[in-house]
T-cell receptor, first 112, second 117 residues
């Protein structure tokens, strides 16, 4: 069965630190990959997506993610985080045959 | 353009009761999906409706049911509530339903926080 793993449950960083959140999935076929963000008190919103083409995907607010097919990974990165990046981040995977599957989420706390 | 709206925003129920949650999608969107969000579990897919038909279903017991109306509004019902049903229930709308891999962005509502005592 298809699954998504986010191994970091809670990450704490200082402002200006670099960020990398891990996401691994299990499915051998073609997939679409997503990162969603949920800021405190706000709706879940799409941060970035990969459908095909360039495996390095750029999203909103300076975030990017790299799809590495051989590692079944889609890690989220940002070179310099801000306090406003404090949020919960969800990785999600969709194959043609199934519904979208979300990871358990990573809570990011930024120290000002 | 108004976003996805969910009512009510908060609910407190007791075990054994039933509850109905409502979701109004973005105008023009015909697909509505429901998710259960709990700490540590992330979002778990409940079901997806398109054109009043359930197109996809997650691994939840039969106590969880839903429906969609001709105006694309959707309701979710949970019968015989259990303590473990306490969660944030999210609704997401999209233009098409999630068949295949064609791009189909989902837009999420604010959720209904259900507390079962």
């Amino acid at each position: 069965a298809q699954s998504v793993s986010q191994h970091n449950h809670h990450v704490i960083l200082s402002e200006a630190a670099s960020l990398e959140l891990g996401c691994n999935y299990s499915y051998g076929g073609t997939v679409n990959l997503f990162w969603y963000v949920q800021y405190p008190g706000q709706h879940l919103q799409l941060l970035l997506k990969y459908f095909s083409g360039d495996p390095l995907v750029k999203g909103i607010k300076g975030f990017e993610a790299e799809f590495i097919k051989s590692k079944f990974s889609f890690n989220l990165r940002k070179p310099s985080v801000q306090w406003s990046d404090t949020a919960e981040y969800f990785c999600a995977v969709k194959s043609s045959a199934s519904k979208i599957i979300f990871g358990s989420g990573t809570r990011l706390s930024i120290r000002p | 353009k108004a976003g996805v709206t969910q009512t009510p925003r908060y609910l407190i129920k007791t075990r054994g009761q039933q509850v109905t949650l409502s979701c109004s999608p973005i105008s023009g969107h015909r697909s509505v999906s429901w998710y259960q969000q709990t700490p540590g579990q992330g979002l778990q897919f409940l079901f997806e409706y398109f054109s009043e038909t359930q197109r996809n279903k997650g691994n939840f017991p039969g106590r969880f049911s839903g429906r969609q109306f001709s105006n694309s509004r959707s309701e979710m019902n949970v019968s015989t509530l259990e303590l473990g049903d306490s969660a944030l229930y999210l609704c997401a709308s999209s233009f098409r339903w999630g068949q295949g891999l064609s791009y189909n962005e989902q837009f999420f509502g604010p959720g209904t926080r259900l507390t079962v005592l």
